[in-house]
């Protein structure tokens, strides 16, 4: 399989800050890429080198070739904001972008695709803010492209047409898109994604499957006991227990111990108003390489004076 978006030692500085730090890369064709990290991590900053929406140090390629050269209409790209025109319908919209390209998909079937059939001829202002977001979803797939890039395309979006854009992303994604996604929704990550990478002070700290990195960071699969008991009537047990306000957890249990430890509960006497049996998630791995980060990396964001970060700025209007 091609890749579709490769970054090999890609830096992106404003000023002082190094907001992108010497990141490698590789995206095979058609598959669903996960971008992690804290808020300043250097996401969105990748996210724009990647595009060719900002210049960069190091080498990109996208769909193979540099990506300011790649034509337009082959990429989507959602940006974090993107405030399109408010006083346009959303079916008046999504036709106004389809009509920016020689080639364009039936506004219709987009409008559809992203569940805002019924608001087709609401004003955009007058959409909620999830709907909006949807909305904007649209607009990026207007000009079918080979590569979407969405950054946090689900943030205010209610539950159910989370999982609709979900479902809509891995349609896209299994029709032979690529797509590159940042999200602070890590369910989303973890569900959509083929490989992830975590970013944090602007380099990669961890890259892998969800299921490998979960191996590797998430810690265990454990059953959280509500008691008052201690830990010490367990001691004799053959599991690991710590105790907390309210709470023994049991650590290392498969599914196939939870009998044997809810056994062992009631061979120690232990009262408990209920237990939970929890395995790791892609969460635990953030919330476990987030602390590394901070600890061994700095807090991402570091290095730069706000004096620096306007002068940038406005250098790069
Ligand atoms: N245009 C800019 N000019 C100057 N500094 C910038 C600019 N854009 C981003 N930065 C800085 O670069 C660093 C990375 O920011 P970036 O927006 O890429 O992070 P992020 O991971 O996308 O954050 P978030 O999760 O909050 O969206 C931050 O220190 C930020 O302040």
Request: proline share 4%.
């Amino acid at each position: 399989m091609d890749a579709a978006v490769l970054a090999q030692d890609v830096t992106k500085r404003y000023g002082d800050t190094v907001a992108v730090d010497g990141v490698s890369l590789s995206v095979p064709e058609g598959t669903v890429f996960g971008l992690i990290g804290p808020n300043g991590a250097g996401k969105t900053s990748l996210v724009r080198c990647l595009t060719g929406t900002t210049a960069y140090d190091g080498e990109a390629s996208l769909l193979g070739s540099p990506p300011e050269t790649v034509e337009r209409d082959r990429i989507g790209l959602l940006p974090q904001s993107f405030s399109p025109p408010e006083r346009l319908t959303v079916s008046e919209l999504l036709g106004y972008y389809a009509d920016l390209y020689d080639e364009a998909r039936d506004p219709a079937s987009v409008l559809a695709e992203v569940g805002l059939e019924g608001a087709a001829d609401t004003w955009y202002e007058e959409l909620s803010g999830g709907q909006q977001r949807r909305a904007c979803v649209g607009i990026t797939l207007v000009n079918d492209p080979d590569v979407l890039f969405l950054d946090e395309p689900t943030t205010g979006i209610d539950p159910v047409g989370r999982r609709d854009l979900w479902t809509l992303i891995e349609d896209l994604a299994a029709a032979g898109t690529t797509v590159f996604l940042t999200s602070h929704s890590m369910d989303e990550v973890e569900r959509l994604a083929d490989e992830v990478a975590m970013l944090a002070a602007g380099e990669i700290v961890a890259a892998g499957t969800p299921s490998s990195l979960i191996a590797k960071h998430g810690g265990d699969s454990r059953l959280v006991v509500r008691t008052e008991a201690s830990a010490d009537v367990l001691a004799d047990s053959r599991f690991r227990v710590e105790s907390s306000a309210g709470r023994l957890t049991l650590h290392d249990i498969d599914a196939a111990d939870i009998d044997d430890a809810v056994d062992a509960l009631a061979a120690a006497g232990i009262q408990y108003e209920s237990f939970t049996w929890t395995e790791p998630t892609l969460e635990d791995v953030y919330l476990e390489l987030t602390g590394e980060a901070f600890r061994g990396l700095g807090a991402p964001g570091d290095g730069a004076t706000a004096g620096a970060v306007q002068t940038e700025t406005e250098a790069e209007r």
